[in-house]
């Protein structure tokens, strides 16, 4: 097997962990070969990079990428917390963290519901596409989106997605964008009222005075948010169940919960493996002079595998103590739906375990879908 050559290649490579292993041992901020990014890889320089406040989200000359502006995917995108450091952003920011916690028993039980939807009886050629629908269902549910829509918003969302990195996709993504953000709008102004998370969102921005202006595309931001994230989470859970049989041993002798599971899964094989920060002035980040403009790559599975913070890191561990994961980033733009998105995980890996569905072709080659920091299972191979 051929290794990577860079971190972007990396994300859909069988195995890329022997190369982040490499990455992680230079240590520091450092450049591989014909890639013009920095490269961040372990522990201490990932938490280095992430928490500098020279390191921002969005190159200095284009906020929105260029193919998207005056679009409504742009004028969303422009919008969202995860692309914005500037005030009144960390407002918004702020609003979304307290509130999300307070939705958590809701998430657990419209996480069963439409677990049971979808993965009652899985087919595996199936399942990457319902993996994808299936946080769009819970929380385009939780913002009060009509039932029979959902399917409608799972697709948006892809359409979405593929129009942030491919210009062709961009009349499509923005249509799609305009009727994500027109079922939001429709909810907030239902009467009775659709959705208590989204009007607990709006209680909270105006407490906190984040602009009202806001809330409606960080709504639907959370649905892009959790998109592929979540899918690549039940994606590696399953992964994980299928190729150490062991694991599901130790599930049914009660040695550990499919929560434990999903949780080292996440540390095991990072849904998100990358993320990327810009340098809008000459500064100096982990002892390394960088120049306005410079880009770093932020490999979050090469950190989780630093053996300084996570002893023994190649081992699969659902009980590891003390366990140090990357996968949600850290600092100000860390994810502030965590817990919610193991918590819907585990209701979708518990929902396939209990069907029955015979994972073991997943222990053979699987692919994954294109994309420069997802892993996220595309189908069998
Ligand atoms: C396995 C699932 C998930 C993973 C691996 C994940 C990972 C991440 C990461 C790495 C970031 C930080 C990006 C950066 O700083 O460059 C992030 C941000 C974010 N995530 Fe998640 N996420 C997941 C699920 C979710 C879910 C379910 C939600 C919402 C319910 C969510 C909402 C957000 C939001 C709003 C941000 C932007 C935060 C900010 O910029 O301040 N995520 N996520």
């Given at each position: 097997m051929t290794p990577p050559t860079n971190p972007y290649q990396a994300v859909t490579h069988a195995d890329p962990y022997p190369y982040y292993a490499a990455l992680c041992a230079r240590g520091g901020l450092h450049r591989v070969p014909d890639f013009e990014p920095w490269i961040a890889a372990d522990a201490a320089?990932?938490?280095?990079?992430?928490?500098?406040?020279?390191?921002?989200?969005?190159?200095?000359?284009?906020?929105?990428?260029?193919?998207?502006?005056?679009?409504?995917?742009?004028a969303l995108f422009g919008q969202l917390v995860r692309q914005n450091d500037a005030a009144p952003y960390p407002r918004v920011k702020q609003a979304l963290a307290d509130v999300l916690p307070t939705v958590m028993q809701a998430v657990a039980t419209e996480g069963h519901r439409q677990a049971a939807r979808l993965f009652s009886k899985p087919l595996l050629s199936r399942l990457p596409e319902r993996t994808l629908h299936f946080p769009v269902f819970v929380l385009g549910s939780l913002l009060g989106?009509?039932?029979?829509?959902?399917?409608?918003?799972?697709?948006?969302?892809?359409?979405?997605?593929?129009?942030?990195?491919?210009?062709?996709?961009?009349?499509?993504?923005?249509?799609?964008?305009?009727?994500?953000?027109?079922?939001?709008?429709?909810?907030?102004?239902?009467?009775?009222?659709?959705?208590?998370?989204?009007?607990?969102?709006?209680?909270?921005?105006?407490?906190?005075?984040?602009?009202?202006?806001?809330?409606?595309?960080?709504?639907?931001?959370?649905?892009?948010?959790?998109?592929?994230?979540?899918?690549?989470?039940?994606?590696?859970?399953?992964?994980?169940?299928?190729?150490?049989?062991?694991?599901?041993?130790?599930?049914?002798?009660?040695?550990?919960?499919?929560?434990?599971?999903?949780r080292e899964a996440a540390r095991h094989a990072s849904p998100v493996q990358n993320t990327r920060r810009f340098l809008h002035s000459r500064a100096t980040v982990a002892g390394q002079t960088l120049e306005a403009g410079a880009t770093v790559v932020v490999v979050l599975a090469a950190a989780n595998r630093d053996s300084l913070v996570n002893p023994q890191p190649d081992l699969f561990l659902p009980r590891r103590a003390a366990r140090r994961t990357f996968t949600f980033g850290l600092g100000a733009h860390a994810c502030p739906g965590q817990t919610l998105a193991v918590t819907m995980a585990s209701a979708a890996?518990?929902?396939?375990?209990?069907?029955?569905?015979?994972?073991?072709?997943?222990?053979r080659s699987v692919t994954w879908r294109p994309s420069t920091n997802a892993r996220i299972l595309g189908g069998l191979s």
């Open positions: 320089t990932v938490q280095a990079v992430l928490t500098s406040e020279h390191c921002r989200v969005r190159p200095p000359l284009e906020p929105v990428p260029s193919h998207q502006r005056d679009t409504a995917a742009g989106f009509p039932e029979d829509t959902l399917e409608e918003s799972a697709q948006d969302v892809e359409a979405y997605v593929r129009s942030v990195a491919n210009p062709a996709a961009v009349p499509e993504g923005a249509a799609a964008t305009a009727r994500l953000v027109g079922r939001a709008t429709a909810s907030l102004q239902a009467r009775p009222r659709a959705s208590s998370m989204l009007d607990a969102l709006a209680e909270r921005m105006q407490q906190v005075e984040a602009p009202i202006e806001a809330l409606l595309p960080n709504a639907v931001g959370l649905l892009i948010q959790a998109y592929e994230a979540t899918a690549g989470l039940v994606g590696a859970s399953l992964l994980a169940l299928a190729r150490m049989p062991d694991l599901g041993e130790q599930l049914s002798r009660g040695e550990c919960s499919v929560e434990d599971v999903v890996v518990e929902r396939v375990l209990a069907s029955g569905l015979d994972l073991t072709p997943l222990s």
